[in-house]
């Protein structure tokens, strides 16, 4: 049997009176993401794990921010068609773990439903989804509130 591993990485700039999606869920923030699409990092990372693990480059290639069909899009749709191309290749997903880095709000309340909605689009079941939410300690970017990143890895393997 052929598995496969792939690496995610995302941020994006926080702003005021922006809304703030994480893994296909809006949390209550008095800053949300800024981005071309949604600006849902935690999705996004996990997006290019799964592209980095079936080698089809990341989402800003095959969904790019030139394209006006992407302005403003749930980014549920880019994981639905990304596990469209894992399953295209010949692959299933076996599981995702993934990290967002945000110093406010605190979103551990948010985490079941995150995983519900990451399940559900992606085909999975949620013990094979772990999500884990963390700080900086007030260090860097994420600490100062001015942004917000996503770390994720998915395992993959031939069907």
Same mark, same amino acid.
């Given at each position: 049997?052929?598995?496969?591993v792939?690496?995610?990485?995302?941020? +994006?700039?926080l *702003? !005021?009176?922006?809304?703030?999606?994480?893994? #296909?869920? !809006?949390?209550?923030?008095?800053?949300?993401?800024? #981005?071309?699409?949604?600006a849902?990092?935690?999705? +996004?990372?996990? =997006?290019?794990?799964?592209?980095?693990?079936i080698n089809?480059r990341?989402?800003? /290639?095959?969904?790019?921010?030139?394209? &006006?069909?992407? *302005?403003?899009?749930?980014?549920?749709?880019?994981?639905?068609?990304? =596990? *469209?191309?894992?399953?295209?290749?010949?692959?299933?997903?076996?599981?995702?773990?993934?990290?967002?880095?945000?110093?406010? &709000?605190?979103?551990?309340?948010? $985490? &079941?439903? $995150?995983?519900?909605?990451?399940?559900?689009t992606?085909?999975?079941?949620e013990?094979?989804?772990?999500?884990?939410?963390?700080t900086?300690?007030?260090?860097? /970017?994420?600490?100062?509130?001015?942004? $917000?990143?996503?770390?994720?890895?998915?395992?993959? *393997?031939?069907?």
């Amino acid at each position: 049997m052929k598995i496969k591993v792939g690496f995610g990485f995302d941020v +994006h700039k926080l *702003k !005021k009176g922006a809304d703030l999606w994480i893994g #296909g869920v !809006k949390i209550q923030s008095e800053r949300g993401a800024v #981005g071309y699409s949604d600006a849902d990092v935690l999705i +996004h990372a996990i =997006c290019d794990a799964l592209l980095g693990a079936i080698n089809l480059r990341d989402i800003g /290639f095959l969904f790019p921010d030139t394209d &006006p069909q992407y *302005k403003g899009i749930d980014s549920k749709k880019l994981l639905t068609e990304v =596990c *469209k191309l894992v399953a295209q290749n010949d692959y299933s997903i076996n599981n995702i773990d993934s990290t967002v880095c945000l110093e406010q &709000p605190k979103i551990s309340s948010y $985490i &079941p439903e $995150i995983k519900k909605t990451l399940a559900e689009t992606a085909g999975l079941s949620e013990d094979d989804i772990s999500v884990k939410a963390t700080t900086t300690e007030e260090l860097g /970017f994420t600490g100062r509130a001015e942004g $917000i990143a996503a770390y994720a890895i998915a395992l993959v *393997k031939k069907k």
